[in-house]
Every structure is written in C-alpha cells, then in structure tokens.
C-alpha cells in the first residue's frame, strides 16, 4: 500500500487528467470534419488522435504546436481531404479555450495546502501558460517538453524534472490520466504512480496511445486522489 504521509511533491500531467482536452478535441476537430463531410465515431475519433500524436512526437523534435498541426494533417490524409493551414492551425489555437475538468481546481487547491504541486506536460511554455490561469494554483515547477526538448513518455522529460525539483524518488508522486505517457516512464525512474481513469468514450485509454502497467494507485477523479492524500504530507 502506498504511504501518502511520506509525500513531498506530487508532479501531474495537465491535458486529459487536469484539463479536458477530449471536449477539447472534439470541438476543434468535429466541424473541420464536417466542412469535409467526414463522420467519425468518438473512440475513433480518440484512437486516431492517440496514434497521430504519438507519430508527430517521434523522431526530431518539433514544438507541440506543429505536432497538433500534424495531427489534423493526418486526419485529412486518413480520411481523403487536404486540411488548409488555417485548419491545422486551429487545434493548437483552441487549447487556450480548454477547461478544467469540474473537479481539477477544488481538489488542486486542497493538494496544494498538504505538499509541493508541479507540472509535467507535454507542451509549449506559451500554450501552457494559457492554460495556467484556469488552474487557480501556483505551481512549485513547471516542466514542458519545450524546455527538454523531448516528449512523454521519453525520461528526458522525466529527468529534466528530476534536476528542477531535486527530491527523491520515495518523497515523489506523479499523477497522470495515460499509462503509455506517465504511468510507464515515471516507474521506470522509481517514482509511485497514480492513473487517473476519467470517462472516455475510449475507455481506460483516452486520446492517447494504448500501453499496460499496473499504477501503484488508480482513481477515477482528482477529487477522488484528493481524498486520500493526508493532511499533513
């Protein structure tokens, strides 16, 4: 059983476990699909994403702006159009539009008041700091796959991270909603991991890329981890 008494930082990823990023998938993504014709199922809609993503995030790095970009590229290509630029662009123009999920902001603050809270997100320092304005905590660091130039779930992210905040692997938990991009790489390190299974359309698996791992703990919100952290961590 893990001992949340021995906390001292908890690292998150931010799109899909603190903001909800399928709601915002799906409002970019849908009305460049119909203006095309295209119908897709939800969990296609999610499977695809996942795996166009993970491409663009492979091989020399390109911000996290081209790789969204990509990502609706690749549904032109799938799915027989060619996307304008204006299409691609707006992807990675709607993230300052995503909303915390209900329960994110509530259940930062009370994490916050019990240990040390950080971000680990695969993005660009100028789209991130959209999105931190919603979250209505001061994070202790903020880590991007700008800054390592590298994405989740590569450990140079995760080592980057391990510099910046300086505190031992027993004293550290990461939370995070993928298994392929967080619970995986943050084991491998020996750091305790929590999964955060939010309802899908995709169930267990989201718009990410599918993996297996066993987290050290599983809950389905972030109100549901706030619960268990004590007090005084």
Known sequence: MLDFSRLHILTF??????IDWESGIFAALRPILAGHGKTVADAALLELYGELEAKAEQGSFQSYRHVLQSVVHGFGERFGFT?????ARSLPESLCNWQPFPDTVAALRKLKTRCRLAIISNVDDDLFASTAPKLEVNFDHIITAQQAQAYKPSLKIFRLAQEKIGVAPEHWLHVGQSIY??????????LATVWVNRLSPRIGIGAVKAAEAKPDVEVSSLAALAKLIPAHG
């Open 13 to 18: 990823d931010c799109y899909g476990t603190l």
């Open 83 to 87: 996307s304008s630029e204006a299409e």
């Open 181 to 190: 991009h967080d619970v995986i790489p943050a084991q491998s390190l020996g």
